[in-house]
């Protein structure tokens, strides 16, 4: 779920609508068809009638030369978003045991000529007429720009399937404040009851492919729950599908006046819930800034707009402060949102903002670091876009302390300086489904950082996900695509899609549903050559090799909890102890603080000689900028493993090559604020 109409993105976010919207106050069975007598990849039966697929071959399987799966990956997708926000707000259905008839019509309020179809003119200007009828004849949708018809229709899967995809996430996905002020809602704005219809349906739909091949197991379409378990779906040449969740106040984790309105059992206990349903990746946060993290903003008259929602929703605006490093989060600018600020109570204006103030204020709050670590814990996925700089960074932050690779990056909402440092980790990273040739413009900028460390790429179509796709470039554009074509693994030919009456052509219709995603990939790689397209082949591969090392992740055994710690000073409370043990007990809530003056050191003893290669330091407020980390076999000669002169706080944590010590000594040479030195937590694994 992302932005629609941005320059080059063109993006634009449910949120944004939800506040303009503001302005303006079941049997599962398919119908027997004539037997396919083809091979394994053609149905049963397949209702009659019913969209045309356009591919013909059979679908690659089996893995590359290396046991490597082959085959592109959607990192970002919503199958079943027309359940979320009341119902109403994305038209059609993905499938209906009833038939295309009744799967791919309009909303009703859209008839007889899309007067009342009040998303639509919001989202697309004009008068937002349009004609309602969708099967047979598709006369205005689906369409690249136009946001609230379904794109993700069963058989459009099916043809990006055959077309070569072989991972797709399904990010189930709701928004409460966007279902209470639209006007046309048939069921609850509560999000984790959306969450759990969406996750439902899926199945469904699994089951629904399943009956036209002829029982449980048998179809393409195969939600997974484990990296072993997609594998084997990829190697058998079918499509492996990830349940991911994007909502904005996941297990209630809403925020009002920066007080949280859930609390660590709330976490756990949606964290659960979601594991038992099938969901291994997630958002923590998403538009507006929640009980567990702050939002990377929007910008122009939509930032403004979702600024004011963000007021409504939560009775704080956002705030800003100077960015700490090369990374920031988008420009809220000054454009007016007149209609969104009409909302807002007597007395209350939108504030103004710095322009050398680009970061949120509000980062990663101790409940989102909980349900980071929780996440850890159950081996999920985490996904950093939309997070603010500030929370990003500590995410990253506590996944180097923890070399936990499960980070990801779905569709072009990270700021780009982040790359590195997400291969670093072992993340994966997919970018929008822009036009080809911004999509390639931006994959070349991160071509060279793929190279190093040897991963494939992705793309996250966000279709049903308000955002805006390729537009067409046109019959008269230089290397259009010209039908038919060929696979990237050579096996398939592909055609245009048809689906009823209505044929699409890339070229002169852009991406305007699921189907046409081969159809796109084959633009990449007529305009770009055949380098990207080669990246995002490799894409499924690389994805699953983050799940399965985030799977196989345990976080070792930390040294130095419990052990005996001393110290050159302590400060003084008469309420509370800042002994040396505090930073050593496993109690984030208590830490160690010394004298205010430089010069000072915590000594661990880890009562026995152990193999050491990496320590973390979980600084309070009261931060060291210069440092070293010293080692001893017996506490009278020292040698020094790691030293920085330039600490930020945070977390930090120092790598350095294994070696046997029985004590350990932070050298604290520098402090970072007036104050001392003040340590939550010292960790110590053998690497």
């Known amino acids: 779920m992302t932005i629609a109409r941005l320059p ?36 049963d039966a397949r209702p009659a009638p019913d ?61 007889p000529d899309g007067s009342l179809a009040i998303f639509d003119f919001i989202t697309g200007g004009g008068d937002g007429k349009h004609d309602p009828v969708g099967w047979p004849t598709f006369k205005d949708w689906p369409a690249h720009d136009s946001l609230t018809h379904q794109q993700n229709y069963y058989a459009w899967i099916e043809r990006a399937w055959r077309g070569g ?10 928004n409460g404040v966007i279902c209470s002020v639209y006007f046309f809602k048939d069921r609850s704005c509560d999000e984790m009851t959306s969450i759990r219809l969406q996750a439902k349906l899926t199945y469904d739909m699994q089951a629904y492919i399943d009956q036209m091949y002829g029982g449980p197991g048998k179809g393409w379409f195969r939600i997974v729950t484990d990296s072993a378990q997609a594998r084997q779906v990829v190697e058998q040449g079918k499509l492996a599908v990830v349940l991911g969740v994007e909502t904005s106040e996941p297990f209630g984790c809403k925020q009002i006046l920066d007080v949280p309105q859930c609390d660590k059992e709330d976490i756990d206990r949606g964290l659960d819930e979601l594991y038992a349903i099938g969901v291994r990746s997630m958002f923590l946060c998403h538009k507006f800034d929640n009980a ?24 704080t605006f956002w705030r800003t402060e100077k960015c700490t490093g090369p990374q920031a989060d988008n420009p809220i600018g000054l454009a ?89 980790l072992g993340g994966f990273i997919a970018q929008y489904m822009h036009g080809s040739q911004g999509f390639i413009g931006e994959a070349e900028r991160t071509k060279a950082l793929r190279d190093k460390y040897g991963v494939g790429y992705g793309y996250g179509t966000d279709m049903n996900g308000v955002g805006g796709w390729p537009a067409p470039r046109g019959k008269d554009a230089p290397n259009p695509v010209t039908y038919p074509f060929r696979s990237v693994d050579g096996g398939s030919v ?20 699921y189907g046409l995603v081969p159809d796109w990939i084959e633009d990449i790689r007529r305009v770009g050559g055949q380098d990207v397209v080669d990246d995002l082949f490799r894409g499924a591969e690389s994805y699953l090799g983050t799940w399965g090392a985030s799977e196989r992740h345990s976080s070792g055994v930390n040294l130095a909890e419990g052990a005996s710690a001393t110290a050159s000073s302590t400060e003084w409370n008469p309420f509370t102890s800042y002994a040396p043990g505090r930073a050593v007990d496993g109690d984030r809530g208590t830490r160690w603080a010394s004298d205010w003056s430089d010069g000072q050191w915590l000594r661990i003893d880890l009562g026995a000689t152990r193999q050491v290669g990496r320590v973390t330091l979980d600084w309070e407020r009261a ?17 020094t493993v790691w030293s920085t002169t330039s600490g930020d706080g945070g977390l930090d944590t120092a790598r350095f090559t294994p070696s046997q010590a029985r004590h350990l000594r932070i050298q604290l040479l520098d402090r970072g604020t007036d104050w001392g030195y003040s340590l939550r937590e010292v960790s110590v694994h053998s690497g």
């Open 623 to 639: 931060y060291g900028r210069s440092y070293r980390v010293e080692v001893s076999t017996d506490g009278a000669d020292w040698r």
């Open 336 to 424: 007016a949102a007149p209609g969104a600020e009409k909302k807002l109570p007597p007395g209350v204006t939108v504030p103004s903002y710095s322009a050398d103030a680009q970061c949120n204020v509000r980062g990663l709050t101790d409940l989102g670091e909980y349900a980071v670590r929780g996440m850890m814990k159950r081996n999920m996925m985490l996904e950093i876009d939309h997070m603010s700089v500030k929370a990003t960074g500590r995410v990253l932050d506590l996944f180097e302390t923890e070399s936990y690779p499960g980070v990801i990056s779905s569709h072009s909402w990270m700021d780009l300086n982040w790359t590195e440092r997400v291969y670093r």
């Open 8 to 43: 080059y993105r063109r993006r634009r976010s449910v949120a944004v609508v939800s506040l303009l919207l503001l302005v303006l106050a079941a049997a599962l069975g398919p119908t027997p068809s004539s037997a396919a007598g083809g091979g394994w990849w053609e149905p």
């Open 165 to 174: 995809q072989r991972v797709l996430v399904n990010d189930l996905v709701t």
């Open 292 to 315: 567990l993290c702050g939002v990377r903003f929007d910008s122009g008259a939509l930032g403004t707009a979702i600024n004011v929602g963000q007021f409504l929703s939560t009775g």
């Open 494 to 513: 592909i055609d245009r899609q048809t689906t009823g009456e209505r044929t699409w052509d890339l070229n002169t219709d852009g991406a305007a549903h």
């Open 51 to 111: 969209s045309q697929i356009g591919v013909s071959g059979e679908p690659f399987r089996g893995t590359g030369a290396g046991g490597e799966v082959r085959g592109f990956v959607d990192a970002h997708n919503h199958i079943m978003s027309n359940e979320a926000f009341g119902g109403r707000l994305i038209c059609g259905k993905a499938f209906s045991a009833k038939g295309i008839a009744d799967a791919l019509k309009d909303c009703p309020e859209h008839y």
